[in-house]
């Protein structure tokens, strides 16, 4: 099933509006190793006219964005520790995302968005305010290894329900939980999100929620996301361990303004008594 005829996602204009702002969201990825799904969904949402296909077409996009951001942030030179670490999210996220893909027609999720962004804001001004003491000897002891699963299977729901790659609250847990330095950290939420991603897109895509205009819009949007990830790479090499704290935290504060917003001024298509995602 496609998109619905009509929609700005099958007009050259509204392709050229989503290739315009995939960019700077691509720099922010490759920069802080955020998946951007939380500032892409309003873009798809407004070019798609459907939550799911939505959901799908983030999805999709932030697939190539983590690849890419994983190949040009070279994750092959990590120590070993901290790609088991990162693994370590990865088997209870597969099934997180299948039931979040799952309930995504069935759920309200005005609450959880509620909840997320005061995790965000919380979480963001605990990064800009408060220096993070990360680098020295990696946590990952029992309790950190249970967190991590418990972690990883409310991260695969978050991205099966909503479309995004949870890097805003992946990223934060790798810091603050596992002392893993913010640069390292980004890579790490990078690496652990494909497999969720695919998983989501994966089972979107078998209920139905993709099509041609959805293939077209997200394909497009992330080649130019991943040239934006060039980009934030090479600023990466640039800046200081805390720079790159400091722009994590504003980011996931605004990442919770839009959200906010999305909730006191729902798309038509979310107006109906139970929500569908964004």
């Not at 998946?35 to 309003?42: F, H, L, N, T, V």
Request: aromatic fraction near 8%; charge should be positive; include cysteine.
């Amino acid at each position: 099933m496609d998109a619905p005829s009509g929609t700005l996602a099958e007009r050259r204009l509204g392709l050229a509006v989503g290739s315009l702002l995939a960019l700077p969201i691509g720099v922010l990825s490759g920069f802080t190793g955020v998946g951007g799904g939380e500032y892409r969904a309003p873009v798809l949402l407004a070019l798609l006219g459907r939550v799911r296909w939505a959901i799908a077409a983030n999805l999709l996009i932030g697939l190539c964005v983590a690849v890419f951001n994983v190949v040009f942030r070279q994750v092959w030179t990590l120590d070993l520790d901290l790609l088991w670490l990162a693994l370590l999210f990865v088997p209870t996220s597969l099934p997180g995302a299948f039931v979040g893909a799952l309930v995504s027609k069935r759920i309200s999720t005005t609450a959880l968005k509620g909840l997320l962004a005061g995790i965000l804001v919380a979480t963001g001004l605990r990064l800009i305010l408060f220096e993070v003491q990360a680098g020295g000897t990696l946590s990952f002891g029992l309790l950190q290894i249970g967190l991590g699963l418990l972690l990883g299977f409310g991260l695969g729901i978050l991205s099966g329900l909503l479309g995004v790659a949870g890097g805003e609250y992946r990223i934060p847990a790798f810091v603050l939980l596992f002392g893993v330095p913010t640069v390292f950290a980004g890579t790490l939420s990078s690496l652990a999100s494909i497999p969720l991603q695919f998983m989501g897109f994966w089972k979107h895509r078998n209920l139905g929620h993709t099509g041609a205009a959805t293939f077209r819009l997200g394909a497009l949007m992330g080649v130019v996301s991943v040239v934006g990830v060039v980009l934030g790479v090479l600023f990466l090499g640039r800046a200081t361990e805390a720079l790159v704290t400091q722009v994590l935290g504003l980011a996931m504060i605004l990442a919770a303004v839009r959200i906010v917003w999305d909730i006191r001024h729902p798309h038509p298509s979310e107006r109906p008594s139970i929500s569908e995602g964004a």
